[in-house]
Structures are given as structure tokens and as C-alpha cells.
């Protein structure tokens, strides 16, 4: 079942999540973007050279969608970050499933499966109950921001689908959404200004940019060959290999409620992958 590449995505962005934490301390929000961008955009190019995979694409647009889309999400969601609860900004970004369902419906023309639908809403009340956002009254605005992020990131995620039936390769996908993030974020901090870079915390940003790169090349692995509201429900995993990672590395203490929503998540993954259909799980 190719739709289990998703775990593998959804483990190296949970890895790449608690780097990035790390690297909060040294390090802007756009900086680790550019960072992770731009050792991402040198491994996949060393890679593809060396497996002599061209740079040629008839698709371009689409993937100027795709990384437009891709770094909108993120720069909104890290904006989010700094304004909001960390978790209530997780659980904003983290409704593109629920919409990605959707698009794929309306755009793709796929069948519209209820049960695979429910697994995602299932995924994302375990998320909920998780992490247990929360939003004041006076903060409904960058509320519908962390929203927007979640759209953007379906878009983002429906490129990657409609790239992966063009027949595009997980590494000329990923080597041109690292381009244009490194570029665009590369621009705007040379119209600011760089943190020092050391030996410190040099390791930090290696770290986030092969987790990051490893998670893109699955993720866009698990697009092309799984089925789209399958894929959504166990890009759920992400969240629920991050709770498990700050209970063991940072020494949160997690509540029953926290533990019900993990067990949310992966009975919504698990389903997602029972009740495909035959012709689905065989691809």
C-alpha cells in the first residue's frame, strides 16, 4: 500500500519539527525556512546529477503553484506560531486534509468515499483532543490566518497529486519547490539581515534540511502512487509522532485526553487503509 509512504513524511516532519524548535533559539522563522530550503534544493540537485535524472520539465506551472502555495502555507502557519498557542496554530494548519478531501472531489474528479472522508474528520478530532487548542477573543483574526494556511497547504497537496499523475519524478518536484522557497526567502532576508551561523548550531540547520528533504521526497512519493483522502488521513501521523517526541525529549506530561487523541489518529489511519477500496490498496 504506497499510501504508507505518508508515515515515513509524516515521521521525518515530526523529526524536522523538533529541529526546528531547537533552532528557534539561533534562528528567525523565515531564516530556517531558507535553510531548509536551500539544503534541500543542493541535496536533491547533487542526487539527481548523480542518478542523471534531467531538469527538464513540460510542467512548470504547476510547480510554480506548488511552491507558491506551499511557502504561503508555511510563512502564514510560522506567522501563526509567533502569534498564537503553538497548538491551536497546529490545529488550524493541520485542516488541509479536511479540505484537500474536497478539492480532490471538485477538482479531481475523485469518488467521493463518506467513510474515507469520516477517517480524516476522525484524524483531525484527535488532533483536537491532542493538543487541546485554544483562541481568545481578540485573536479570531489571526485565527482565520492559521485557516488560510490550512487551505493554501490543500492546494499545495492537490499540485502534488495532480504533478503525480503527469508521471513527475518525487525529486523534480522537490528540487523545484526548494528553488523557489530558497529564492523568495532568500530575497527577503537580503533585504534584512542573517543570524550568525556556528558551529553550534550549524548541526541544527543540516538537521532540518535533510529531515525536511527525506519527508518532501515521501510525501510526494505517497501522492503519486496512493490515494489522495487515504493519504490525508495518516498525514495525521506528523502530529501524532510529535506528541510522542515532546513526551520523550522534552518530558511533557501528556493527559488521558491527549492519549484518547493519539489513539484517534491512528484508528483514522488504520481505517483509511481497511476500508479503500480493493482496487485502491492494489496501485
Given at each position: 500500500?504506497?499510501?504508507?509512504?505518508?508515515?515515513?513524511?509524516?515521521?521525518?516532519?515530526?523529526?524536522?519539527?523538533?529541529?526546528?524548535?531547537?533552532?528557534?533559539?539561533?534562528?528567525?522563522?523565515?531564516?530556517?525556512v531558507f535553510?531548509?530550503?536551500?539544503?534541500?534544493?543542493?541535496?536533491?540537485?547533487?542526487?539527481?546529477?548523480?542518478?542523471?535524472?534531467?531538469?527538464?520539465?513540460?510542467?512548470?506551472k504547476?510547480?510554480?503553484?506548488?511552491?507558491?502555495?506551499?511557502?504561503?502555507?508555511?510563512?502564514?502557519?510560522?506567522?501563526?506560531?509567533?502569534?498564537?498557542?503553538?497548538?491551536?496554530?497546529?490545529?488550524?494548519?493541520?485542516?488541509?486534509?479536511?479540505?484537500?478531501?474536497?478539492?480532490?472531489?471538485?477538482?479531481?474528479?475523485?469518488?467521493?468515499?463518506?467513510?474515507?472522508?469520516?477517517?480524516?474528520?476522525?484524524?483531525?478530532?484527535?488532533?483536537?483532543?491532542?493538543?487541546?487548542p485554544?483562541?481568545?477573543?481578540?485573536?479570531?483574526?489571526?485565527?482565520?490566518?492559521?485557516?488560510?494556511?490550512?487551505?493554501?497547504?490543500?492546494?499545495?497537496?492537490?499540485?502534488?497529486?495532480?504533478?503525480?499523475?503527469?508521471?513527475?519524478?518525487?525529486?523534480?518536484?522537490?528540487?523545484?519547490?526548494?528553488?523557489?522557497?530558497?529564492?523568495?526567502?532568500?530575497?527577503?532576508?537580503?533585504?534584512?539581515?542573517?543570524?550568525?551561523?556556528?558551529?553550534?548550531?550549524?548541526?541544527?540547520?543540516?538537521?532540518?534540511?535533510?529531515?525536511?528533504?527525506?519527508?518532501?521526497?515521501?510525501?510526494t512519493?505517497?501522492?503519486?502512487?496512493?490515494?489522495?483522502?487515504?493519504?490525508?488521513?495518516?498525514?495525521?501521523?506528523?502530529v501524532?509522532f510529535?506528541?510522542?517526541?515532546?513526551?520523550?525529549?522534552?518530558?511533557?506530561?501528556?493527559?488521558?485526553?491527549?492519549?484518547?487523541?493519539?489513539?484517534?489518529?491512528?484508528?483514522?489511519?488504520?481505517?483509511?487503509?481497511?476500508?479503500?477500496?480493493?482496487?485502491?490498496?492494489?496501485?
Amino acid at each position: 500500500m504506497h499510501s504508507l509512504w505518508m508515515l515515513v513524511a509524516g515521521f521525518m516532519f515530526a523529526c524536522m519539527g523538533m529541529l526546528v524548535k531547537l533552532g528557534a533559539v539561533y534562528f528567525s522563522s523565515i531564516e530556517l525556512v531558507f535553510y531548509r530550503s536551500l539544503i534541500g534544493l543542493l541535496l536533491t540537485y547533487l542526487a539527481m546529477r548523480a542518478c542523471h535524472v534531467s531538469l527538464i520539465t513540460e510542467h512548470w506551472k504547476i510547480h510554480c503553484w506548488r511552491g507558491l502555495f506551499g511557502l504561503g502555507g508555511l510563512l502564514l502557519f510560522f506567522y501563526c506560531i509567533t502569534q498564537l498557542p503553538l497548538a491551536t496554530a497546529i490545529s488550524l494548519n493541520n485542516t488541509w486534509p479536511l479540505f484537500l478531501a474536497l478539492l480532490a472531489t471538485i477538482i479531481l474528479k475523485e469518488r467521493f468515499h463518506w467513510v474515507l472522508v469520516m477517517t480524516v474528520v476522525l484524524g483531525f478530532i484527535g488532533v483536537i483532543l491532542l493538543l487541546r487548542p485554544a483562541l481568545h477573543e481578540d485573536q479570531w483574526q489571526t485565527g482565520l490566518i492559521g485557516l488560510i494556511s490550512g487551505i493554501f497547504a490543500s492546494f499545495a497537496h492537490l499540485n502534488l497529486k495532480q504533478l503525480g499523475k503527469l508521471g513527475e519524478s518525487e525529486w523534480i518536484v522537490v528540487f523545484y519547490f526548494t528553488l523557489i522557497c530558497t529564492v523568495i526567502t532568500g530575497i527577503w532576508l537580503s533585504l534584512t539581515a542573517f543570524s550568525t551561523v556556528t558551529s553550534n548550531n550549524l548541526w541544527i540547520l543540516v538537521g532540518v534540511g535533510i529531515t525536511a528533504t527525506l519527508a518532501q521526497l515521501a510525501l510526494t512519493r505517497a501522492y503519486r502512487v496512493g490515494k489522495t483522502m487515504v493519504v490525508g488521513a495518516l498525514a495525521y501521523s506528523t502530529v501524532l509522532f510529535a506528541g510522542l517526541g515532546d513526551a520523550f525529549f522534552w518530558h511533557d506530561i501528556l493527559p488521558i485526553s491527549a492519549w484518547i487523541g493519539m489513539g484517534m489518529i491512528v484508528l483514522g489511519g488504520v481505517l483509511s487503509l481497511r476500508v479503500a477500496p480493493m482496487s485502491v490498496r492494489s496501485q
